[in-house]
């Protein structure tokens, strides 16, 4: 298929990326010439594991071109996907700026017999309108409008895109539904054909139930917490009921991204405009608000005051696998710190040009050894790999004080302790060896004299 892709964010530029390797024609086309000029010389904005090598094979077979013409983008194109962004207002619902202007430049050069497809995530209703502002930018010409939101996970977008499990065709006409089948044939993915409403509502409904999970799993950290239990250990017990499964039960510091944040308090929003006032998902929203705090107030049981405390950051991105800071527990965390006059040194391994640009009072280290040197304390906020492998004999010797929090639960309580740390985590016992190993001596010996 000639397949057109509006906009070169996350969400538009994977697409393009993978639809193009599947044998796909597809130009991807985004008004910011300096950043079309840029994927044309082969440099992807955006980390995600595998995109650029894609990219690169797709484009030296000229299956994948960028341009920032949108009529030369259309010209040839059956079926148009638009996926650019839609920011939250600051009530937290959807802003259709973009969405509202592509749809008028849309008009002026469709054909007939086009399909419009939506790929970014927006609200009930909104392709209702995106038919309304083509039809009269167009002069009513005829078209197929649809929906077909995303699914994907930052750190995992290829394999979700060339091997995702499900697609939903929210359409109204045959024309619609065969246009997709024809995009997804290659994949083969298990598809629900619905309405249109349906497929908006979809991506806000999976997003804010994952969400939950996260935040019940969190609440149940911290009961576990307070009653000895190891919130691990039972996680892995809920998760071997098929019916709950093991995914998005990994307690922590809370999610944040680009996406459930914005998603849930569209969702909010979205109920409210259809009269109806939910009630779980404002609760799943304040206990992920609260708990990237918990950390804080674990790490001042260490200290009477943190000012002029040094206090490490490992991990910036919201999760590993990305350099997505976007609503990252870092910021707020950080932020924190800075207030209560303490200084921070951060490190992460993919992140730190967003931490130059998000973060300009923080210092930014070039590797896990630097930040953490004569550092008072550790936070992990980020699961990287390259942490579970830390050397935990060096992060002694480098700290000036053994204490770590970890937000992630990367390390073993009982090793930390039985290494001389002062450790706390997430729903598991906080425990201190610091005493114990600065007690701990060669072992002496007395020689008794005695009559026998």
């Not at 895109?161 to 619609?176: I, S």
């Not at 050894?369 to 992060?395: P, S």
């Not at 010797?397 to 390390?411: A, E, K, P, Q, Y």
């Amino acid at each position: 298929m000639n397949v057109c892709v509006i906009g070169t964010g996350y969400v538009g530029l994977v697409t393009g990326v993978c639809f193009s390797s599947l044998g796909h024609n597809v130009v991807c086309v985004d008004h910011d010439l300096n950043k079309i000029n840029s994927l044309r010389n082969g440099v992807v904005p955006i980390y995600e594991p595998g995109l650029k090598e894609l990219m690169t094979k797709s484009t030296k077979a000229k299956k994948l071109v960028f341009t920032n013409d949108l009529e030369e983008g259309m010209n040839e194109a059956t079926i148009l996907l638009i996926a650019v962004g839609t920011p939250a207002n600051k009530d937290g619902s959807a802003n259709l700026t973009y969405i509202k202007q592509v749809a008028l430049e849309i008009g002026q050069y469709i054909k007939p017999g086009m399909t419009i497809v939506t790929k970014s995530t927006v609200p009930v209703g909104t392709n209702k309108k995106i038919k309304q502002w083509v039809s009269f930018s167009s002069g009513h010409q005829q078209f197929s409008i649809a929906s077909c939101p995303e699914f994907l996970r930052e750190g995992n977008a290829i394999k979700d895109t060339l091997e995702m499990e499900r697609a939903v065709f929210g359409v109204e006409d045959a024309q619609a539904e065969l246009a997709l089948r024809a995009l997804h044939k290659p994949i083969r993915p298990t598809i629900v054909v619905t309405t249109i409403e349906t497929a908006e509502t979809a991506k806000y409904a999976a997003n804010a139930f994952l969400a939950t999970k996260i935040s019940f799993i969190n609440e149940v950290a911290n009961v576990c917490e307070n009653v000895g239990a190891d919130v691990e250990a039972l996680a892995q017990v809920m998760g071997l009921d098929h019916r709950i499964g093991t995914s998005f039960l990994q307690a922590g510091v809370g999610y944040g991204g680009s996406c459930f944040p914005k998603d849930t308090q569209a969702f909010i929003r979205i109920a409210e405009e259809a009269n109806y006032s939910l009630q779980i998902v404002p609760a799943v929203e304040r206990v992920n608000h609260e708990q990237r705090y918990r950390l804080l107030t674990k790490l001042k049981k260490c200290y009477h005051t943190l000012a002029g405390k040094r206090i490490a950051i490992l991990g910036l991105a919201f999760k590993p696998h990305t350099d997505d800071m976007r609503a990252a527990p870092a910021l707020d965390i950080i932020q924190t710190l800075l207030n209560e006059q303490s200084s921070a040194i951060a490190y992460d391994p993919i992140a730190s040009e967003q931490a130059k640009r998000l973060l300009p009072d923080v210092i930014l280290a070039s590797s896990w050894q630097e930040a953490v040197r004569k550092a008072d304390a550790v936070l992990i906020l980020t699961d990287w790999n390259e942490f579970k492998t830390i050397d935990l004999e060096e992060l002694k010797v480098l700290m000036r004080d053994s204490v770590v929090i970890d937000g992630r639960n990367v390390f073993n309580p009982e090793e930390m302790k039985q290494r001389g740390f002062y450790y706390d985590s997430i729903g598991r016992t906080q425990v201190d060896g610091r005493a114990s190993k600065q007690k701990a001596r060669p072992p002496s010996f007395t020689v008794q004299t005695g009559t026998h």
